[in-house]
């Protein structure tokens, strides 16, 4: 998916949210670094407080409407 994907929250929510990037995050676990890739996600009345969503819950969480 790319920048701009227009997205629909499965938790029933009506407001649309919009993909902004597609980041890298990386994180420490016990003994090295792993890197999880995600996307900057925000809602479209709200765009200035993005969160950051892993692709596994990302899935889990939208549907891509357009």
């Known amino acids: 998916?790319?920048?701009?994907?227009?997205?629909?929250?499965?938790?029933g929510s009506i407001k649309p949210f919009i993909i902004i990037d597609n980041v890298i995050i990386s994180r420490h676990l016990v003994d090295h670094m792993v890197e999880i890739y995600g996307y900057k996600v925000a809602r479209c009345d709200r765009m200035s407080h993005p969160f950051i969503v892993d692709k596994e819950d990302f899935f889990a969480r939208f549907e891509v409407l357009a």
């Open 1 to 11: 998916m790319s920048n701009g994907t227009l997205l629909r929250a499965r938790n």
